[in-house]
């Protein structure tokens, strides 16, 4: 536990609480630690923190039509990495068919959110079906494959040399945000008994960051049963019911789903919007010192950001303030929209990221100026 220096204090002209009554014709900037857990000051200011004429430089934000992502490999394991640090990796897999082999990651967790599509996965536990909106997480070393009639779109995130575990919930206790009775296990059913076969199986595994190959005169995937509390886990993004507030708007760690040592994810899902006429209605304005930011935007009208469409993701190193576009922060003050229809997955992380050439060409350019007032 660190003993942060402490010591609340007011100065100047400033709410007595964070994001509610702002002083008129102020704009609330939050410098935060610890990525919204850590000690936090509310500035105000007379414009707005993202007011720029032009930003140049590796601290610059980022945004990448993923859609354009074109590579189609076969095996997971060498899906394009997009961007990555010490402790994850993220990867965009696209893929339609019948994998002819199997995949292990002996590098960490993974976890795949399925963006488009859906279709049957196999694995060590048994099988799991799976659709557009599902989280699934496979424990380090899971034996798997996937079998599907539709285009799929993956996004997979890596804790490397980790594990996930789910949030500590607090005070609103461990059935808020979602149950942890949803979160459905393979099962050893009839679709898991007719893949079974005694015929040659590859299975490819990776092992910090190489591939290697071991061969099997049968299918591995061969379990008569289980039992124990270690197995993949697969949620859908519609069997979370996010904390809301009509008087206060919840920061992003609010909403957190899934935690690893050196960062967080959290999904974002339709709420109601802040009712409260004094109260914040949108993403405040921040500056989180301690932690990159990542957004994957999978479906909906993303109420903090314009020309921002499924499937692009942004990208907010830390160290430059951040927040809403100027015409989203104009329609939240007059309170136009009541509540939210956005479904996005956050990636915060407590180490800078690397960008990849993979993004190199499906970056848009523009993103930085798109927070200029017009």
């Known amino acids: 536990m660190k003993n942060w220096i402490s010591f609340p204090k007011v100065e100047g002209t400033a709410s007595r609480q964070a994001h509610v009554r702002l002083p008129a014709g102020t ?75 199997l995949v292990r990651n002996a590098d960490g967790d993974d976890l795949l959110f399925f963006h488009q599509g859906g279709g049957h996965l196999f694995c060590d536990y048994g099988h799991l079906e799976v659709r557009e909106g599902d989280y699934v997480v496979l424990p380090r070393n899971t034996c798997w494959r996937l079998e599907t ?29 979602f149950d942890p009775a949803v979160l459905d296990v393979p099962a050893l059913d009839d679709a898991f008994q007719e893949q079974k076969h005694e015929r040659e199986t590859l299975v490819r595994v990776k092992k910090r960051g190489q591939l290697c190959a071991m061969t099997y005169p049968f299918n591995p ?27 206060y708007h919840l920061p992003p760690s609010a909403h957190s789903t899934w935690i690893a040592g050196r960062f967080i994810i959290c999904t974002f899902v339709p709420r109601p919007i802040e009712s ?39 990208y907010h190193p830390s160290g430059f303030p951040h927040g809403p576009h100027p015409k989203a922060y104009e329609v939240a003050q007059k309170f136009e929209r009541k509540e ?35």
């Open 27 to 101: 704009y609330e900037r939050e410098m935060g630690r610890e990525g919204f857990f850590g000690p936090a000051t509310q500035m105000h200011h007379a414009h707005p923190p993202t007011g720029w004429t032009s930003f140049d430089g590796p601290l610059r934000p980022r945004a990448f039509d993923l859609n354009h992502v074109d590579q189609m490999p076969g095996c997971p394991l060498e899906a394009p990495a997009l961007m990555g640090n010490g402790a994850t990796q993220v990867r965009l897999w696209r893929f339609k068919g019948r994998m002819d082999h």
């Open 221 to 247: 995937l061969d379990a008569v049963g289980w039992h124990g509390d270690l197995a993949p886990v697969r949620l859908n993004w519609r069997d979370i019911r996010p904390l809301m507030s009509h008087r």
């Open 149 to 177: 009639d539709e285009a799929v779109m993956v996004l997979m995130v890596e804790a490397t040399n980790d594990a996930y575990k789910l949030p500590h919930k607090g005070l609103v206790g461990t059935h808020a945000i």
């Open 276 to 314: 409260d006429p004094e109260a914040l209605k949108l993403p405040y304005y921040h500056s989180n010192e301690d932690f990159d930011e990542v957004l994957f935007y999978h479906r909906g009208q993303f109420f903090s950001r314009d020309n921002i469409h499924p499937g692009m993701v942004t």
């Open 340 to 374: 939210t229809d956005e479904v996005a997955v956050m990636i915060d992380t407590r180490d800078p990221l690397d960008v990849y050439p993979a993004m190199e060409g499906v970056e848009w350019g523009g993103y930085a100026d798109s927070w200029k007032a017009k």
